[in-house]
């Protein structure tokens, strides 16, 4: 029987898990959370589950499903609160490093396993501007105000502003008003004309996803009923405050997303949250040696297999195109994780969902992408890289000070992306801000998304791991020597 990894337990690793157990697998499901779901189903635990969680949740029905036939499957080990905190390549195969446990937890239970087959399904997390006062508290990434609104009903503020680019903003603005706070407007940075290049040609290529006009329906209605004005072509630009957050400044922008002068003025909040598209997770793709487009996505086939042999990719490290391309994407990559073939009658339903909302994904990109002129809004003391409080004047003047291309030494010269959160937060503006600065670009070929350890990892499971290992050697050749 084909033992098949999957990593992560949102959608898309749900859905391969799935489909790998209808094709005869046995399956080992890994999260990093104490529950399945990931940020699309964040939900409150079931010791204290919310009588209609249903109503924060679409296709809340759906996860339930998903997740009774795992648990209750004799051929699925799920294992939360798994940190997958490295993967090694050696001459035999890819062995998967995990502790579980707590992410700051000591002596964590360690595991080392060696599937036939790997699905990556680590989804990915909010990439966020900087701007003048984003450093102070009451600012928030969407995903983490909604997580907070999600899975433990709390708002982040009474007066929020929500920011940003993309549909995401929506079910956030939802989920904010659904806890109580009072969201002042919802902010999108792309202007008409390129939402409509995004979103208005080839409409007939849209019919399939008709679920996605059921979800509009639903954000628009809530807009409507909580009075959340929605404002095109617009950006928080600047916040402020003394210990947290006061008032934002919200301005124009062009289509280059430059703000345009004297359009600006302030807002009075006490929170605000913001989101520009995602970064996708792609570190332990990287790790087990996979293809990386140009693009910064792992590179698959038709049946989600990467380069690399036995090794399979799913979601939104493959594309940023919402619940259903995961689900279908999921489920295509369990079936050939376990064997099955992408012309099977089992995923031939996904292949055409796939097709859809691959075309989804595009969109959303051509629509409210990042635009180069947002870097109008900075000032030189605006921290870039907020663990090591880089100012982006400082970040400015070292890249050209040392007309250096290496992104590993200009990392090294401005301290930018060598926080306790790694560059996840801020690695993907420090590489754009320093290629700038750099008339050819950066070239040594690195990025802040590649990390050989890749969740933090105390010194002393470290050592206890290499013990175990200098031990099992160490009985090797004394058995082997007798």
């Given at each position: 029987m084909t033992g098949v990894l999957v990593i992560g337990a949102g959608p898309a690793g749900l859905a391969a898990a799935r489909a790998a157990l209808r094709a005869g697998a046995s399956v080992t499901l890994l999260d990093s959370s104490d529950q399945l779901g990931g940020q699309y189903w964040r939900h409150l635990p079931d010791s204290r589950a919310g009588v209609r969680e249903d109503r924060l949740h679409h296709g809340w029905d759906r996860f339930r499903a998903l997740q009774d036939e795992l648990l209750e499957h004799p051929g699925c080990e799920v294992v939360p609160s798994a940190q997958v905190w490295a993967i090694e390549r050696l001459d035999e195969g890819l062995v998967v490093h995990v502790h579980v446990g707590p992410p700051d937890g000591n002596r964590r239970p360690s595991r080392e396993l060696t599937p036939d087959a790997i699905v990556i399904a680590t989804g990915a997390y909010d990439r966020t501007l900087p701007f003048p006062g984003w450093d102070l508290p009451g600012v928030f990434s969407a995903g983490a105000a909604q997580a907070l609104a999600k899975g433990e009903r709390v708002a982040v503020g009474g007066r929020v502003v929500v920011a940003g680019a993309g549909p995401?903003?929506?079910?956030?603005?939802?989920?904010?008003?659904?806890?109580?706070?009072?969201?002042?407007?919802?902010?999108?940075?792309?202007?008409?004309?390129?939402?409509?290049?995004?979103?208005?040609?080839?409409?007939?290529?849209?019919?399939?996803?008709?679920?996605?006009?059921g979800e509009l329906a639903s954000y628009a209605l809530s807009h409507v009923r909580h009075r959340i004005p929605y404002r095109v072509g617009h950006a928080v630009i600047a916040a402020h405050g003394t210990d947290r957050v006061e008032q934002v400044t919200v301005a124009r922008l062009d289509a280059r997303w430059a703000p345009i002068p004297g359009t600006e003025r302030r807002i009075d909040a006490d929170a605000v949250c913001v989101s520009h598209g995602f970064t996708p997770r792609i570190e332990l793709a990287i790790a087990a040696g996979c293809d990386i487009r140009p693009d910064r996505f792992v590179r698959v086939d038709d049946r989600q297999h990467t380069s690399v042999p036995g090794v399979f990719a799913a979601g939104e490290i493959t594309g940023i195109g919402g619940v259903?391309?995961?689900?279908?994407?999921?489920?295509?990559?369990?079936?050939?994780?376990?064997?099955?073939?992408?012309?099977?009658?089992?995923?031939?339903?996904?292949?055409?969902r796939r097709a859809t909302f691959t075309d989804f994904a595009a969109r959303i990109e051509a629509a409210h992408g990042i635009r180069p002129g947002w870097t109008g809004w900075l000032r030189?003391?605006?921290?870039?890289?907020?663990?090591?409080?880089?100012?982006?004047?400082r970040l400015r003047e070292t890249g050209r000070a040392t007309c250096s291309t290496s992104l590993r030494s200009l990392k090294l010269s401005t301290r930018a992306g060598l926080g306790i959160c790694q560059g996840r937060v801020c690695g993907r503006t420090v590489e754009d801000l320093l290629g700038r600065e750099s008339p050819g670009g950066l070239l040594d070929g690195t990025s802040t998304d590649r990390r050989p350890i890749a969740s933090p990892v105390r010194i002393g499971e470290l050592a206890a791991a290499h013990g175990r290992h200098t031990s099992a050697a160490t009985d090797a050749a004394r058995h082997q020597h007798q």
């Open positions: 995401f903003l929506l079910p956030v603005a939802a989920s904010l008003a659904q806890t109580g706070a009072r969201v002042l407007g919802v902010y999108e940075a792309s202007r008409p004309r390129a939402l409509a290049r995004g979103w208005l040609p080839r409409p007939w290529r849209l019919l399939g996803a008709t679920s996605k006009f259903d391309a995961a689900l279908a994407e999921g489920a295509i990559a369990g079936h050939g994780a376990a064997g099955g073939g992408a012309d099977d009658p089992a995923v031939r339903r996904d292949l055409a030189p003391d605006t921290l870039v890289c907020r663990c090591e409080e880089v100012p982006y004047g």
